[in-house]
């Protein structure tokens, strides 16, 4: 693929990731947030979140049915928008929710298992968005790169469980969530257990008689 | 002869020009898809808005002018606008999203609307709303509402005490309780289609809750008649509660010996107790309840005990473990 391909992807990806952005603040400007702003942005914020790491983790598993192998240049441009939106939905919640107060943030986060739970995913993806750029892969080496970034599974899976804890008895969204990630996880591992073996070593020849 | 294949030199495309259709085509594939983004993003993120138009109730006693008011009836903070109170509410017989319940109960139709009010008393009875709602003037009472979601509003009532009711209909001695229930018809409530709840809705008091003046048995907000999506024709409200007791669309008033079962705290019975009262100092297991949003406000204010009704409902708990029975 040409550089010229990657980067036209590369805006791609920004321009859609930062629409929802761009209407949040439109909306927020207007006061079309509906009679909660200060809920619907932290609802927003963190939904963009699970919508983004799913996105991300959807690319490998379409790549390799497809064989589309550009689509790769999608994932960490997906990565990034995920966490983006992650730390967007964490100063919501710090500045919304606990009034820019550090204190009282950091005693719900640890007194509620449902912020523990998100404060674990977000932590987990911080590593990820850190070591995405080229260089730091070339560093790492593919095979140290690509097993650090199996954590983002388990940051998406902390981020659907920190939704589903927090929801009142109507727990349809969350589970359409679980669903999505159930079919992207179980696919790797299908791949996993399909996997070519290495050639058994030959059984030692016994003599006989 | 000619040869087909070859390609004569003014046929080919000018490397500018070729290079401007692709970033052109380019520039169509953003645009397209952003806007498709933004399409997808508006059908998910719908903010409900509309008109109150119900009907205008006749002879509402204003909150101001009324000469047995008790202290409580009439809170003297910023009311919540009747666009808020009636596009951000919950009401899951219609959705389980605060922000549906207003188009999905659009066309709820309450005609021919009947009240039984049975069980231990002397006089049972079943109302036609009209009849009902002769009982006692509507008087204006501005309450706060504390939602156990841990969000508020200030919002002018009209109805009357349910002490009123009750005293017509003479609860027996054995009558300690008083159970409510919600409209059972999924044909009309589609929310009740859906098992997310064990239908109908039920709620419950105590005697002594029932009988306080601020016990109001509301018919209307802001002068009007109940819009559908706030409960209507008739709906309960105990403002020192969390906003769940206050049960909406009550076809069945029925006082009883033991303490009834109730909705939410069946559904999960260490989040959600029988009394529900509003206290900033038990937290709900899964979030704190020490502060609120108000509807229309930008920070967060501290949430009061009894949501500020101490003074008037604080003697009925005297003693009680607030913990225990939370």
């Given at each position: 693929m040409k550089e010229n391909d990657i980067r036209f992807i590369k805006l791609l990806i920004l321009v859609n990731g930062a629409v929802p952005l761009a209407l949040l603040v439109w909306d927020q400007a207007h006061k079309r947030l509906g009679a909660n702003p200060q809920n619907f942005l932290i609802l927003t914020t963190g939904m963009m979140t699970l919508i983004f790491l799913t996105l991300t983790m959807a690319v490998t598993p379409l790549r390799k049915i497809t064989g589309w192998n550009w689509l790769i240049q999608f994932r960490r441009m997906l990565g990034l928008c995920a966490f983006f939106y992650g730390c967007l939905h964490f100063l919501c919640f710090f500045s919304l929710d606990r009034g820019f107060s550090i204190s009282s943030t950091l005693t719900e986060m640890l007194k509620r298992k449902y912020l523990i739970v998100g404060s674990t995913a977000l932590i987990l993806m911080l590593p990820l968005a850190i070591t995405s750029t080229n260089a730091m892969i070339k560093r790492l080496g593919g095979k140290h790169w690509r097993a650090l970034h199996r954590l983002a599974y388990v940051a998406a899976i902390c981020g659907v469980i920190h939704y589903y804890m927090q929801v009142k008895a109507d727990v349809r969204q969350p589970l359409v969530f679980a669903a999505v990630l159930s079919v992207l996880l179980a696919w790797r591992l299908v791949v996993y257990w399909q996997r070519?073996?290495?050639?058994?070593?030959?059984?030692?020849a016994v003599k006989q008689g | 002869m000619k040869d087909a294949n070859k390609i004569a030199g003014s046929e080919i495309t000018p490397p500018a020009v070729y290079f401007n259709r692709r970033n052109f085509i380019r520039a169509g594939i953003l645009a397209a898809s952003a806007a498709a983004t933004g399409v997808v993003y508006r059908k998910l993120n719908r903010v409900a808005t509309g008109e109150i138009k119900t009907a205008q109730l006749e002879g509402v006693i204003s909150a101001s002018a009324?000469?047995?008011?008790?202290?409580?009836?009439?809170?003297d903070e910023a009311e919540t606008s009747l666009e808020d109170i009636s596009h951000y509410n919950n009401f899951y017989e219609f959705s389980t999203d605060k922000e549906g319940v207003a188009s999905a109960a659009a066309d709820f139709d309450t005609k021919g609307w009947r009240v039984s009010v049975e069980g231990l008393v002397n006089k049972p009875q079943v109302f036609d709303l009209d009849d009902l709602l002769k009982i006692s003037p509507p008087e204006e009472r501005i309450y706060r509402m504390r939602c156990v979601e841990g969000w508020s509003m200030v919002i002018p009532w009209a109805g009357f005490s349910l002490s009123k009711l009750l005293d017509v209909v003479e609860p027996a001695s054995g009558a300690k309780f008083v159970a409510f229930e919600t409209l059972l018809d999924p044909r009309r409530?589609?929310?009740?289609?859906?098992?997310?709840?064990?239908?109908?809705y039920v709620e419950g008091l105590r005697m002594d809750e029932a009988m306080h003046p601020l016990t109001l048995l509301a018919s209307g907000i802001y002068g009007r008649a109940l819009p559908p999506q706030d409960g209507a024709p008739i709906r309960l409200v105990t403002p020192w509660k969390y906003g769940f007791k206050g049960i909406k669309s009550i076809v069945k008033i029925k006082l009883v010996a033991t303490q009834p079962r109730t909705t939410w705290s069946e559904y999960a019975s260490n989040e959600y107790g029988f009394y529900a009262n509003v206290n900033p100092h038990v937290d709900h297991p899964r979030w704190?309840?020490?502060?609120?949003?108000?509807?229309?406000?930008s920070g967060r204010r501290p949430t009061l005990m009894f949501n500020g009704y101490e003074e008037q409902v604080g003697h009925l708990y005297a003693g009680m473990d607030l913990r225990k029975n939370f």
């Open positions: 070519p073996k290495p050639a058994p070593a030959p059984a030692p | 009324a000469t047995n008011a008790v202290p409580g009836f009439r809170v409530m589609p929310g009740q289609r859906s098992d997310v709840l064990n239908w109908p704190s309840q020490a502060t609120e949003q108000r509807i229309g406000e």
